[in-house]
T-cell receptor, first 114, second 115 residues
Framework: GEEVAQTPKHLVRGEGQKAKLYCAPI?????VFWYQQVLKNEFKFLIS????????ETGMPKERFSAKCLPNSPCSLEIQATKLEDSAVYFC????????????FGSGTRLTVV | AQTVTQSQPEMSVQEAETVTLSCTYD???????LFWYKQPPSRQMILVIR??????QNATENRFSVNFQKAAKSFSLKISDSQLGDAAMYFC????????????FGQGTRLTINP
């Protein structure tokens, strides 16, 4: 299908618990991106992949965040030991390579850390 | 590093009128792409319009058009004949051309349509 599928839509975790978010990019899209949108609506870039390889991870808080995009599996974003400030909507987006098209975004996963 | 600035946190317009949302950016690259995204209360990100920097002609999509001024690094969005469904957050975004380049977003402008 022509949509980026993110699961779950909502996730509630106690502080210190692990959270794992999933993203199935559109078939044929070899670029995948993760963004965090906090309550002030600001978008923070986390990480991008070119196929299964990390392209840019400059936005990742590496001590607690990790991400993977393995062949024939949904991409994943994992947060170890969640903190209150991790509460946000996490968006995944995918794109074809070498085009002028903007990215197609998923509908997001709302993570609430209590 | 590239930056995108939207200086209008909020804008409002009467239904059927025209409104312009401002966006400026900073880059040292000569080729890149610019986008406007709409985010309604559902939070779904919807691509409104895109512009390739090497094209001088301003992009147009139905009631949406841009005023791209490359030398001034300005990329404003004009919405004509505003409709109630246009109410949303609007984000301006920049993307380089090499590989899996990230989108760099502005802070967003909340647009309200008054009936």
């Amino acid at each position: 299908g022509e949509e980026v599928a993110q699961t779950p839509k909502h996730l509630v975790r106690g502080e210190g618990q692990k959270a794992k978010l999933y993203c199935a990019p559109i078939k044929g899209h070899s670029y995948v991106f993760w963004y965090q949108q906090v309550l002030k609506n600001e978008f923070k870039f986390l990480i991008s992949f070119q196929n299964e390889n990390v392209f840019d991870e400059t936005g990742m808080p590496k001590e607690r965040f990790s991400a993977k995009c393995l062949p024939n599996s949904p991409c994943s974003l994992e947060i170890q030991a969640t903190k209150l400030e991790d509460s946000a909507v996490y968006f995944c987006a995918s794109s074809r390579p070498g085009t002028a098209y903007g990215y197609t975004f998923g509908s997001g996963t709302r993570l609430t850390v209590v | 590093a590239q930056t995108v600035t939207q200086s209008q946190p909020e804008m409002s317009v009467q239904e059927a009128e025209t409104v312009t949302l401002s966006c400026t950016y900073d880059t040292s690259e000569s080729d890149y792409y610019l986008f406007w995204y709409k985010q309604p209360p559902s939070r779904q990100m919807i691509l409104v319009i895109r512009q390739e920097a090497y094209k001088q002609q301003n992009a147009t999509e139905n009631r949406f058009s841009v005023n791209f001024q490359k030398a001034a690094k300005s990329f404003s969005l004009k919405i004509s004949d505003s409709q109630l469904g246009d109410a949303a957050m609007y984000f301006c975004a920049y993307r380089g051309i090499q590989g899996a380049q990230k989108l760099v977003f502005g802070q967003g402008t909340r647009l309200t349509i008054n009936p």
